[in-house]
């Protein structure tokens, strides 16, 4: 409940990953701080982002975000390469939790939804994946079609 004469404000999503559901069976999600640098705060508040191909590691005790692309703000001279690995900001305890997760055969950790937090803070929401294979994004689909029928069905009754 916010405080009088305030309004609520809830989180601003920029970019999402779509992908990443068909892609990947999702196992479990959490919320990390970017570190960013120069102008790359304003491009994403623009929307100017692009998370498809983006994929984070584990690099000794760090979690890095990798080939997520920011398009340079314009009006900056001071633009960052537009690829840069860039640092998530996680506690200590759950990078060790993740490290146990991912260390397991086929387990990857894919970047989610990028948002900007009611305080102004950009977020990135990650998951802990699986990859599915072919037959299994079929049998996915399979499923999806049968619920919206039943859907449909129950609708006209």
């Keep these: ?22 892609d990947f069976e999702i196992l479990e999600r959490f919320e990390a701080g ?3 640098a120069g102008s790359e705060v304003k491009s994403l508040r623009l929307g100017r982002v692009d998370l498809k191909e983006a994929y984070a590691e584990v690099a000794g005790s760090e979690l ?11 009006a900056s001279p001071f633009s960052m390469p537009p690829l ?10 759950e990078l060790n939790r993740l490290v146990g997760r991912v260390s397991h055969r086929g387990m990857t950790l894919v970047p989610l939804r990028l948002y900007f937090t009611p305080r102004g803070w950009a977020k990135l929401e990650i998951g802990v994946a699986k990859g599915r294979l072919h037959a299994d994004r079929r049998e996915v689909i399979k499923k999806r079609e049968a619920v919206r029928e039943m859907r449909a069905i129950r609708g006209r009754s």
């Design 34 to 36: 970017i570190a960013l």
């Design 1 to 22: 409940m916010p405080p009088a004469g305030k309004p609520e404000v809830s989180e601003k999503v920029v970019a999402t990953n779509r992908r990443a559901w068909h």
């Design 64 to 74: 890095w975000l990798c080939q997520l692309h920011i398009t340079p703000y314009q």
């Design 84 to 93: 840069r690995r860039r640092k998530l900001l996680v506690r200590k305890a």
